[in-house]
C-alpha cells in the first residue's frame, strides 16, 4: 500500500506570512497532484507535477516534486484569507494504473485576516 | 458547463436498510470514480470506470457494497445491509480518460454525506 504522509496536518498563520507544507512518502510516483478543497466542496486540482525535481508556479503558489519523485511540496507566498482551504496531495501509481490515486490525510490551512 | 453532479446531498438511514447513491458526471467523461471521504481525511478510492466498464473495483470494503454505470454515463454506487461504518461522505470524480502515461484531471463533484443510524 502506497502512503502519503502530508505535514503539518494543521496550519494557522496570519495574513502576509509565506508558508510550506510537505507530502512524503516511502513510494515512487509516475505523477502527483494537489488539490484544494473547501468546506461543502469536492476537492478542485491546482496542479500536476511529472517530472522529478519538477518546479512549478501557479501565481503565489510553487510546487516542487522531489528528485526520486517521492515527495513533494507546496510554498504559498503573502498568503491571503481566500487561500484558507484543505490542501490535499495525491499520487498516482502509473503503470497502466494512473487513474488511481492515493491521498494525503491533508493540511487544513487557515489564514487570519 | 455543468460540473459532475451528486444525488442525494444528504441521506440518512437506518442500520440494514440498503441505499442508493447517483453520480452524473460531465457530459462526454469517460472515466468515472467513486471516492469515500471521512471527515478530517484524503478521500480514498474505491471503484473505478471506463465507459460502462468497471476497471477497478479493488477499493471497495467489502461485498456489500457494489457499482454499476449501465450506459456509460450515470453510475450508481449501493450499498446493501447499511452498518453505522458505513457513514462518510461518498465523492464520485470523473474524468476526460486515462492514459498509462499521463493522469488526467478528476473533477469532483459535491458528494453525499451519508449517515447510518
Known amino acids: 500500500t502506497q502512503l502519503l504522509e502530508q505535514s503539518p496536518q494543521f496550519l494557522s498563520i496570519q495574513e502576509g506570512e509565506n508558508l510550506t507544507v510537505y507530502c512524503n512518502s516511502s513510494?515512487?510516483?509516475?505523477?502527483l497532484q494537489w488539490y484544494r478543497q473547501e468546506p461543502g466542496e469536492g476537492p478542485v486540482l491546482l496542479v500536476t507535477?511529472?517530472?522529478?525535481?519538477e518546479v512549478k508556479k501557479l501565481k503565489r503558489l510553487t510546487f516542487q516534486f522531489g528528485d526520486a519523485r517521492k515527495d513533494s511540496s507546496l510554498h504559498i507566498t503573502a498568503a491571503q484569507p481566500g487561500d484558507t482551504g484543505l490542501y490535499l496531495c495525491a499520487g498516482a501509481q502509473g503503470g497502466g494504473s494512473n487513474y488511481k490515486l492515493t491521498f494525503g490525510k491533508g493540511t487544513l490551512l487557515t489564514v487570519n485576516p | 458547463g455543468a460540473g459532475v453532479s451528486q444525488s442525494p446531498r444528504y441521506k440518512v438511514t437506518k442500520r440494514g436498510q440498503d441505499v442508493a447513491l447517483r453520480c452524473d458526471p460531465i457530459?462526454?467523461?469517460?472515466?468515472l470514480y467513486w471516492y469515500r471521504q471521512a471527515l478530517g481525511q484524503g478521500p480514498e478510492f474505491l471503484t473505478y470506470f471506463n465507459y460502462e466498464a468497471q476497471q477497478d473495483k479493488s477499493g471497495l470494503p467489502n461485498d456489500r457494497f457494489s457499482a454499476e454505470r449501465p450506459e456509460g454515463s450515470i453510475s450508481t454506487l449501493t450499498i446493501q445491509r447499511t452498518e453505522q461504518r458505513d457513514s462518510a461522505m461518498y465523492r464520485c470524480?470523473?474524468?476526460?480518460?486515462?492514459?498509462?502515461?499521463?493522469?488526467?484531471?478528476?473533477?469532483f463533484g459535491p458528494g453525499t454525506r451519508l449517515t447510518v443510524t
Open positions: 470524480a470523473s474524468s476526460l480518460g486515462t492514459s498509462g502515461t499521463y493522469t488526467y484531471e478528476q473533477y
Open positions: 513510494s515512487v510516483f509516475s505523477s
Open positions: 507535477v511529472v517530472t522529478g525535481g
Open positions: 457530459s462526454g467523461h469517460v472515466s
